[in-house]
C-alpha cells in the first residue's frame, strides 16, 4: 500500500547507472499484472523509474516501463510522432526487452514523464508543466471522460513535485492561477491556450482515437 521507491541499477547499450523504482498506477490492477481485467490485458507489471542525479537513460531521467499493449502497442509511438510533425510537445518512447535479476519479462515500453528534459527536447524554455487532479484517483479502473462535467467541476489545476522547487515558484502560481480561472469560465479558451496548437491535438486525438489523453 505505501508502494516506496527502492534502489537498483539499470544497464542498457553497455552503461550501467544507478535508479530508483516503484511500481506505476498502483489504483490500476491492469498496472499491478492483472491478466482478467481486460482484454488487453497481458500480466505484466508496470514500474516507474527515477534515473540518479546527473544520469539519464536514452537522454531521460524520468519514466516508466510498461507493456506494449497498455499503450496500444505501435499505436502509441506512431501518434506522438504525429504530435512531434506538428510541433506538439511529445513524450519520448522506446521499445526495449526487459530483464529483472535475469528473468526475461519480454518487451516493454519506456515511456518519458514529465520533467526538465521533456522541455529541453522540445525545444522549450525551461518552465513547468501543470494539468488538472483527477478526483477519481480512488475509484478503481475508472476513466472519466472529458464530457463528464459533474466529475471535472471537482478537478483543480496541480504540478509534479519537481516543479515545485524555487526557481519555477513565479511561473508555477502563474500557471495554476490561469488554469484555475479558466476552468471557473473567468478566461476563455484563446486567453489561456495556444489555439493553433490545441485545436492540432484535438485533430490528431481523433484520428488516431487517441482520447485517454483529453480526459483530465
Known amino acids: ?38 482484454p488487453t490485458s497481458d500480466g505484466k507489471v508496470s514500474y516507474r523509474v527515477k534515473v540518479a542525479r546527473g544520469e539519464t537513460i536514452l537522454g531521460m531521467r524520468r519514466f516508466a516501463l ?13 501518434f506522438r510522432q504525429a504530435l512531434s510533425k506538428e510541433g506538439i510537445i511529445s513524450k519520448r518512447y522506446a521499445l526495449v526487452r526487459l ?36 478526483p477519481v484517483r480512488d475509484m478503481m479502473d475508472l476513466v ?36 484555475d480561472e479558466f476552468s471557473n469560465g473567468k478566461y476563455s479558451v484563446p486567453e489561456i491556450f495556444d489555439v493553433d496548437l490545441f485545436a492540432r491535438y484535438f485533430a490528431l486525438a481523433d484520428v488516431f482515437r487517441a482520447w485517454h489523453g483529453l480526459s483530465w
Open 144 to 179: 472519466a471522460k472529458p464530457t463528464d462535467d459533474k466529475l471535472f467541476s471537482l478537478t483543480y489545476a496541480t504540478t509534479y513535485q519537481w516543479f515545485r522547487a524555487p526557481p519555477y515558484s513565479a511561473y508555477l502560481d502563474r500557471a495554476i492561477h490561469l488554469l
Open 1 to 38: 500500500n505505501s508502494n516506496p521507491y527502492v534502489k537498483a541499477r539499470v544497464t542498457y547499450g553497455g552503461k550501467s547507472v544507478p535508479i530508483k523504482l516503484k511500481l506505476k498506477g498502483q489504483i490500476s490492477r491492469q498496472h499491478l499484472g492483472c491478466r482478467d481485467c481486460r
Open 66 to 78: 510498461m507493456s506494449p499493449v497498455r499503450r496500444g502497442s505501435l499505436n502509441e509511438w506512431v
Open 99 to 134: 530483464n529483472i535479476n535475469g528473468n526475461d519479462k519480454g518487451v516493454y515500453f519506456i515511456d518519458e514523464h514529465y520533467d526538465k528534459g521533456l522541455l529541453e527536447y522540445a525545444n522549450r524554455p525551461d518552465s513547468v508543466v501543470v494539468r488538472f487532479h483527477n
